[in-house]
């Protein structure tokens, strides 16, 4: 069956700090995969998404992703973390022959001054 | 400015009321959606429609109701029989599909007591 796993609940990092989100699959096919941000009380943005070519892709807000298809990986990065970050941030698969979309648990990010 | 909004922002009723919440979109999508998200749980689809006047059950449609007389608008109604309808209900739409592209509204929390 086809799941998406966020490994990590939370995570606490510094402002400026780096940042890594981890995401892995389950699927027997390449997947579409996305990354989306919710900040509290509201709806999801989306931050990203790889549907195929390039399995480094650029996204909004300094985001990237890299997609690692022998670790079944999808990890969101940003270079250095801004207080506004903080949020809620969801992994997803898409399966296409299925127009069906797997969401994550989700990590909360928390941001250090 | 296209986009979905979704009416009230929180939602309070007593156990044993049938609630309606509100999804309206201007962006001209055909496809329309609704989720459940729970703390910890990330998103579960209810309820979606593809087209006007047609709509298929998702993975917890149970204790809930939609309709789709208009492509603008997508009304949930949360029922009686729903036996933890405490939630953020998010709403979505997506011209070609979830799994290419998918749109959220700002959400409606609603508290059941």
């Known amino acids: 069956a086809q799941s998406v796993t966020q490994p990590d609940i939370h995570i606490t990092v510094s402002e400026g700090a780096s940042l890594e989100l981890r995401c892995n699959y389950s699927y027997g096919a390449t997947p579409y995969l996305f990354w989306y941000v919710q900040s509290p009380g509201q709806g999801l943005q989306l931050l990203l998404k790889?549907?195929?070519?390039?399995?480094l892709v650029q996204g909004i807000k300094g985001f990237e992703a890299e997609f690692k298809r022998s670790q079944s990986s999808f990890n969101l990065r940003k270079p250095s973390v801004h207080w506004s970050d903080a949020a809620e941030y969801f992994c997803?698969?898409?399966?296409?022959?299925?127009?069906?979309?797997?969401f994550g648990k989700g990590t909360r990010l928390h941001i250090l001054p | 400015d296209g986009g979905i909004t979704q009416s009230p922002k929180y939602l309070f009723r007593k156990e044993g009321q049938n609630v309606t919440l509100s999804c309206e979109q201007n962006l001209n999508h055909d496809a329309m959606y609704w989720y459940r998200q729970d703390p910890g749980q990330g998103l579960r689809l209810i309820y979606y429609?593809?087209?006007?006047?047609?709509?298929q059950k998702g993975d917890i449609a149970e204790g809930y109701s939609v309709s789709r007389e208009k492509k603008e608008s997508f009304p949930l109604t949360v029922t009686s029989a729903q036996k933890n309808p405490t939630a953020f209900y998010l709403c979505?739409?997506?011209?070609?599909?979830?799994?290419?592209?998918?749109?959220f509204g700002p959400g409606t929390r609603l508290t059941v007591t």
């Open positions: 979505a739409s997506s011209g070609s599909g979830r799994v290419l592209g998918q749109y």
């Open positions: 790889y549907f195929s070519g390039d399995t």
């Open positions: 429609s593809q087209i006007v006047n047609d709509f």
């Open positions: 997803a698969v898409g399966i296409l022959r299925d127009d069906k979309i797997i």
